[in-house]
């Protein structure tokens, strides 16, 4: 199954019944790494025309190249590296391009180890790529036969082309065009990128097993595509690299470079060097691009002199790349440090915190997280150890507030008014002011939200005309046999705490008991309703219940991956937050091809328009760099920064919404069947947003006035209540009960 943008290079797996773990940073218990060598890292530009980097090449004289492609031109330009810092073009396919077809489009390319471009051209319908060799203002014709599967392709550096494929990795020699060998893996295991050194393919590769994905490398002969064995110190690296690589979620597999005597690996934040003489961690990243979450490294290149360079792939904005070079030598001496603190690791954040050290390199950012993937740390002690660093003047200088008690920190005096920077944001752009005013008080603005979802429901609009009330939904849908079928599988039960949050707790934090058995019980029989919907592929081992409670918070569950499966099965309502543009777009073609009369609204079980805000950004009120802490407020309030972060809610930034949803302009797709592209696959599409798709959602985004708020210890108390009540280990009233009681003495603390 799965679901896609047009337009862009992103896959949506939705999973139900099966998982998909994605590339992680090495958890916190990893083993340390000691960097052997300093680097200081420095941005390189990319022209603001190049979309698309197509490769990037050190060449035998040691100068930087890079080709890039401009998609909406079909033009390919080759930029050099200046001894400025700037990258300059120095040829394109202008000419081939005439002489051809100016309609061709580029396909697949790659530099050579003398700055040439090789380029493949093809028709629109992709058939039909032909390969050539281009050099300044001239070009000849290659007799390159590239399997269709690779995604891209390598000069090693013996001269002959590496065909990179998804499963497969194919060596040809360049000038007759033929292939010497070809290697394909076993099973579902996958490339993820792979380099060549004296004679022998080196691949990096992930193999997915149910949840788990394992992370690794392998080695093959150049000329023969037999297998052999990792040297000593390339097994040891890889162990280095990869501590996480078989655990749930898994660690990253590596990105791959070579010299003559050395492999070069880049996995979990850190370069690594193996080499006969051993293995040395080069750089371990902290402090640099590397610690960004958002932007995943897809290239590294190392030249002559020991320089690294990394090219990082994001799906925010207008570029797909963004480049950098860490240079040897020591990190220049900042003037000011600020620091961030999450309670829970936050992509969004990090990133930010990433990119602002582009443009401020007078500032050192670290962040600090309470609670490492992990460590077994509770919330209760995060929470103490925060608050007798706040108390002592010792504690961070940005607060992420996801978690913490706002209201508390902000009648403490522990959080700095920051209405100067809301309404500098809100002078220049369109803001969700509901959402971004939500902890605004007569006193000032303590706390200001980048990021919010909204719990919503979609389907048969006779379904949602009882969802007023939890209760109503319950009654209704628990009536027979039909009416039991109709609910989906996909039952977010953040979406359901959300909606219910208002009438679970009061204004000043305290609990209604029977507005908490109500929940539970509700909430319950919804999921064994929705339980008995699973589809008949789903695996027998497959524990839905646990599944639900796994994907609580972490952005599975939204609105556009419940919608989607109305379209495949017989249900007809689905429950789920809106994330983002996509939950929209995908609501919105659910709605088209279900065949029955579809609507979605907003879930709301006390008759408020609740949200949830998300990475909800203060400034400690004692703070020794307290304007640097404000600025960096105001830059996660840009338009630009407000773009980034995909999967992390919507934006409260209303040009950034709409940014966003202008990305994806080829539309939408959906596909279902045995496999995704199989025969036997169903498939449904929609074009991009029109002017009023946008502004219904805007006027949505703008419409919510509730804030669901998340301390994470009465959240953790009540998911864990409601979790024992569906295993049965405690009764309603036993559940209840051990909630009330920990919530009570938890706010007398």
């Known amino acids: 199954m799965n679901i896609k943008p047009a337009s862009l290079a992103v896959i949506l797996t939705l999973a139900l019944a099966c998982g998909m773990a994605g590339c992680a940073p090495a958890s916190d218990d990893a083993p340390a790494q000691d960097a052997a060598t300093s680097f200081r890292e420095e941005k390189i530009d990319l022209p603001d025309e190049a979309y698309q980097v197509l490769d990037m090449r050190v060449t035998d004289a040691g100068r930087l190249f890079v080709a890039t492609g401009d998609r909406e031109s079909g033009r390919v330009s080759v930029l050099a590296l200046g001894d400025d810092g700037l990258l300059t073009e120095t040829f394109s396919t202008d000419d081939l391009r005439m002489t051809l077809d100016a309609e061709l489009s580029y396909g697949r390319a790659c530099l050579t180890a003398q700055g040439q471009l090789v380029c493949g051209y093809r028709t629109a319908s992709g058939e039909d790529e032909a390969f050539y060799l281009v050099d300044g203002d001239s070009f000849s014709a290659l007799p390159l036969a590239v399997p269709a599967e690779a995604f891209g392709l390598r000069w090693a550096e ?57 992370a690794g490398l392998a080695a093959f002969d150049a000329a023969t595509g037999e297998p052999q064995a990792l040297e000593p110190a390339l097994q040891k690296g890889l162990e280095q690299a990869l501590p996480a690589g078989d655990a749930t979620g898994g660690g990253c597999s590596a990105l791959l470079a070579s010299s003559e005597d050395s492999l070069f690996l880049c996995a979990g934040g850190s370069v690594f060097r193996c080499a006969s003489d051993g293995v040395e961690c ?38 797909l790349h963004t480049l950098y070079r860490y240079v040897e030598g020591e990190r220049p001496d900042v003037e000011k440090k600020l620091v961030v603190y999450a309670l829970e690791d936050n992509s969004l954040v ?47 200088d940005v607060l992420v507030l996801d978690g913490l008690p706002i209201d508390q920190l902000s009648e403490q005096g522990m959080l700095r008014d920051l209405s100067g920077q809301v309404n500098a944001a809100t002078a220049g752009e369109a803001y969700c002011e509901n959402v971004l005013r939500a902890f605004e008080t007569d006193t000032g603005c303590f706390a200001v939200p980048l990021r919010f979802s909204i719990p919503a429901i979609v389907g048969d609009a006779n379904v949602l005309a009882h969802a007023d009330t939890l209760d109503g939904l319950v009654s209704y849908l628990d009536a027979d046999d039909e009416t039991r079928a109709l609910l989906s599988a996909s039952v977010s039960l953040q979406a359901l705490y959300c909606a219910s949050s208002g009438i679970i707790a009061d ?10 058995a109500t929940f539970y019980d509700g909430t319950r029989r919804l999921l064994e309703m929705a339980e008995g919907n699973l589809p008949e592929q789903a695996d027998p081992a497959y524990d839905y219940v646990e599944d639900r409670f796994a994907r609580f918070g972490d952005g599975t569950d939204s609105l556009g991956s419940a919608a989607y499966f109305l379209l495949f099965d017989d249900t007809r309502i689905a429950i789920g937050p809106i994330e983002g543009e996509t939950d929209f777009a995908y609501v919105g073609l659910t709605m088209e ?24 950004v203060g400034v400690s009120a004692n703070s020794d760099a307290a304007a640097t802490a404000e600025t960096f407020v105001a830059y996660l309030l840009e338009r630009t920064q407000q773009m980034q972060g995909q999967d992390s809610g919507l934006p409260v930034c209303v040009a950034a919404f709409e940014g966003r949803t202008r990305l994806a302009n080829g539309g939408y797709t959906v596909s279902a069947g045995t496999a995704p592209g199989s025969a036997n696959a169903v498939e449904y599409g929609r074009g991009p947003f029109t002017a009023e798709e946008i502004q219904s959602c805007i006027d949505l985004m703008q419409s919510v006035d509730t804030a669901c708020t998340d301390d994470k210890v009465v959240t953790d108390a009540v998911v864990a209540g409601l979790q024992a009540y569906c295993r049965d280990e405690a009764t309603l009233e036993q559940a209840v009960e051990t909630v009330v009681q920990k919530i009570n003495l938890y706010r007398a603390q």
């Open 158 to 214: 013996d001269g002959t082309v590496l065909a990179v494929g998804n499963t497969s990795v194919s060596c040809m020699d360049a000038g007759r065009g033929d292939e010497l060998s070809s290697v394909a893996l076993p099973g579902d295991t996958y490339v993820s990128d792979a380099a060549a050194r004296e004679g022998t393919v080196y691949v990096s590769t992930t193999t997915s097993s149910g949840t788990l994905v394992k």
């Open 282 to 319: 080069l750089l371990d990243g902290v402090g640099t691009h590397l610690e960004s979450a958002s932007d995943h490294p897809e290239r590294l290149l190392v030249d002559a002199d020991g320089d690294l360079y990394v090219l990082y792939r994001h799906n925010d904005g207008a570029a």
């Open 507 to 516: 204004e000043t934090g305290e609990v209604d008991a029977d507005a908490l």
């Open 593 to 616: 091809h279900v065949g029955f009369p579809c609507a979605y609204a907003p879930l709301s079980f006390d008759g408020s328009p609740v949200f949830q805000p998300r990475a909800i």
């Open 350 to 396: 990090r990133q930010a915190v990433a990119t602002f050290r582009d443009g401020h390199p007078d500032v050192a950012v670290e962040m600090e997280v309470g609670i490492p993937d992990g460590s077994g740390t509770s919330a209760d002690d995060a929470l103490r150890a925060l608050n007798a660093d706040l108390l002592a003047g010792t504690g961070p």
